[in-house]
């Protein structure tokens, strides 16, 4: 009798359903590999914005641990908030810049950027004098500096108040800041890089790969918006080192800057130094043209 | 090699600077400014003292001090040891620091001794314009009043006033601590930590490393 049941249909049948079975369970494999990377703490992790402060405090104890497994280093992951009365605003001295490239380096090592590609969200440009075109400015000048009939122009974000990477971005895992810093949630970011495409000053950047940095070189001192080691596949921007700043301390880059080229300050306050600089120097903007509004200015000594 | 004192198109950028101050105050009044009139406006009435430190009148404010230089003990001389360093050699090696010393020459070239080998390219300036001729660890303002050699500060902003104003106010010089002097103090550069007085100019350097993953080079279609 179940010999009868041997038919050519019924050998089909049970083949089919043998390799259906295995092409799902192969399609499903990237599944169990990424159960290796997170949790589902993780995964279902909600937006930065939509966290009371025990789920925040949960999130950033699991961030603590989880850098303290990958990277052998105990860090402290804070979230710190915007102080109220601040805007900040950025002003550079292009007369006193020598593109030394030290503020690149620094930024480099606060914010744990993965050591193999030599990251940074400070990029210099070696400009020739008398064009104002950055498009043409040179990054990769390695030459004693500074080199005669060139000035140099260090391009980081701009903290725009009217910012193209927010307004592109589908999930809305960038937005400003009341104190006018432009922040990622690195865990809701999918990775798309429209915002990367939609920035005209190259400010943004995209982990390729998950950054690799020896345990004694990481900078403990983290928080969840700005310089915590960033996982793979997110995109991220400078963030006038808003742990640092919102404490009332300089960026990275400006403490390195060894001409003193770099102005940080709150702009309500018109006591500050950068107030002083807006209102006495000609200053401008990169790419006025383009009305995104940076908070981040330019200017030449006269 | 010149620094770029003035923009690239200064023309250009003249007519900018209009249109660059109308952006300025567009972006501040764009701000929340009724957040100023909350301002503690006392906490910052700073005042400044002769070494253009500032000295913050409300005690819960903290100082921005100014980095004392080195005291002057000791120069390099010309004679070098086994490593081929220069020897450091104290100034009280030779010199009776009680005793004024004998006429200071004219120019560095006509120096003898350890001070030979001394580089000095600082416009056409004697040494009597910032040494006192009778003091060795002193400096002279034109004034004839004299300071020990860490107050050079103000001795430099006897010429330098351009700088020395952007100083004051932040925009010239090296600095470490805070922003906000509420949170925390800062620590300014010293002119000479910098530059050295005999040879001012910052010398050129190799930069840190290039980056590694610079975009690709835009090639405009029109040149």
Redesign the interface.
Known sequence: MAEENVTRRNALKVLGATLGAGAFARALAPLAEITQFTNLREFMQKHYRELNSDEMREVLHRLEQDTEHRYGCEVTIRDIRPQ??T?F?Y?L????C?????C??ACHQENNHDRT????YI??LEME?????M??G???????????GH?YMPVQCQQC?NPPCVSVCPVEATWQETD?IVVVDYNWCIGCRYCEAACPY?AR?FNWRRPEIPADEINPNQSYLSNRIRPQGVVEKCHFCLHR?R????PAC??A????AR????????????R??????????LK?ELGT?P?F?YF??? | MSRPTTPPHSDALASRSARGAALVAAFIAALDVTACASRDADRFSASQDADGAHRLADGGVYASTLHAPRQLVSILGTTRNLQGQPVEIRCATCHDLLVPPPALPDRASSLGGPHAGLRFDHGGNACAACHDPTRFDRLRLATGETIPMTGALRLCAQCHGTQYRNYTHGSHGGMTGHWDLRSGPRVRNHCVDCHDPHTPRYPSFRPMPPPLDAPARVETRHG
Not at chain 1, 117 to 120: G, I, L, Y
């Open positions: 109220r009365h805007q605003a002003a001295n292009l007369s006193v020598i593109g030394c490239r030290r690149v380096e590609t030599h990251q940074s990029r210099v004098q008398g064009s104002m075109d498009e043409r040179n990054t990769n000048y390695d030459h004693d500096v500074p080199a005669p000035f108040e006018g190259h950047r700043t404490e009332g301390r300089l400006l403490e800057c060894p001409t003193g102005v940080f300050g709150n702009v309500l306050d018109a006591d500050s130094e950068i002083w600089v807006l209102e006495n120097k000609r200053v401008f903007v006025e509004r908070r200015f030449f000594d006269r």
